[in-house]
């Protein structure tokens, strides 16, 4: 298999032949968008984002599309590649999306893997590598991936092909195998992931976020029952703001909140790298009407989040260069928690001041330097970022 893979890609070691093949190859890639206008640096930093979304993940079947996952027997992927180095947590967020929209066939395959990995391993993975998975991360985000690719049309994305194994894992009792969703009938029983199962805030707005692409995928097969109960528990979250501090915060399976002193700004075993700040926007991106139910309204929630954001700018021009590479204390470009915050403006009815923060954002933390993006790309997560925002959209 390996010396037929060499003959099918390399037929003849010629360095130029290679070199120019590569370039036509990333030219026709890259190409699919064409950016006009900004600067000259703009643009090279526009192309070197786009090209970051290739980088990973990983096409792992051979030339005759014949592959092998951890424990299983040989296939062999038709009508697409089986892919693996899914880093699903952080790409949902912007690589599946662009991959949805400007690059089907991307799309078709990333989401035929996902179920060849659910079926071949018992479970969807949460960050497969390789042939097998390693369990890496939070919340079932193969949901949103495979969800996205459906709510965009993606031809080739069947529901029916994931949807099963999917709603088992969600909600039914007794499933063996649960992917991201271990936490599951915690999540049900009390409405949101209690305290004693850890990370629990971030889990909770994970599920939350996780149900309701699972609703409209369950709605896409058909089965409208599943499609409410769903979005209905998608708003479990909302259990978890505490007034008295204005945060999300882990909640007991009693129902009460942890005693004692309280930091928005550190992180703690509740949040997955990240602290209270980061974290009380998650929810916002399937459920902005709950963030401004829980903060007192529209106006105070766009409040609030302009406070983040005028601490975020005040944090980063006093504090010492170098803190760049460290997590931040209120919005933190560099990890993927709370990287839609500033499109919470505008969903919030404020457009105008999403502009203001992403286009500071975009000046302040992206260049086309060695350090110009702002964190772990984690598989083009923080580079798509740039691109989503280059073309007026997220």
Do not use: C
Request: aromatic share 12%.
């Amino acid at each position: 298999g390996a010396r037929a893979n060499l003959a099918a890609e390399v037929p003849a070691i010629d360095f130029d032949a290679v070199a120019a093949a590569t370039r036509a190859a990333w030219a026709q890639e890259l190409d699919v968008v064409k950016v006009t206008g900004g600067t000259e640096a703009e643009r090279r930093t526009f192309y070197t984002s786009l090209y970051h979304a290739f980088l990973m993940p990983s096409v792992i079947d051979d030339a005759d599309g014949t592959f092998q996952l951890a424990g299983g027997t040989v296939q062999t992927a038709t009508g697409y590649h089986q892919m693996s180095d899914l880093s699903l947590w952080d790409t949902y967020r912007t690589v599946a999306p662009l991959y949805s929209w400007l690059y089907p066939d991307s799309a078709v395959s990333q989401a035929r893997s996902l179920v060849a990995f659910g079926n071949g391993l018992g479970a969807y993975p949460k960050w497969p590598l390789a042939i097998g998975e390693t369990g890496t991360m939070l919340g079932a985000s193969a949901e949103i991936v495979y969800a996205d690719a459906v709510a965009r049309g993606v031809a080739g994305v069947d529901p029916a092909a994931a949807y099963p194994m999917l709603r088992a894992a969600a909600i039914d009792a007794g499933v063996a195998k649960r992917g991201g969703r271990d936490d599951v009938m915690d999540y049900e029983q009390y409405g949101y992931v209690p305290s004693t199962d850890g990370r629990s805030v971030s889990v909770t707005t994970e599920y939350a976020h996780d149900d309701f692409a699972l609703a409209h995928l369950a709605a896409a097969a058909g089965d409208a029952a599943t499609h409410d109960m769903l979005i209905e528990r998608s708003h479990g979250w909302r259990a978890l703001y505490d007034p008295a501090t204005g945060f999300l915060r882990a909640k007991a399976p009693d129902g009460t909140f942890a005693a004692g002193s309280f930091d928005p700004t550190t992180q703690m075993p509740d949040y997955a790298e990240a602290n209270a700040w980061q974290s009380l926007w998650e929810a916002g991106i399937h459920d902005p009407d709950g963030i401004a139910m829980v903060l007192g309204g529209n106006d105070a929630a766009i409040a609030k989040l302009t406070d983040m954001f005028e601490k975020t700018k005040e944090d980063w021009e006093t504090a010492d260069p170098s803190a760049a590479n460290f997590p931040r204390p209120y919005y933190w470009a560099g990890n993927e928690p709370d990287i839609a915050a500033p499109y919470l403006f505008a969903q919030l009815g404020r457009a105008d001041l999403t502009d203001t923060w992403v286009r500071w954002l975009v000046d302040t933390v992206y260049s086309d330097q060695p350090d110009g993006v702002p964190g772990n790309d984690d598989g083009g997560t923080m580079s798509e970022w740039f691109v989503w925002r280059a073309l007026g959209l997220y």
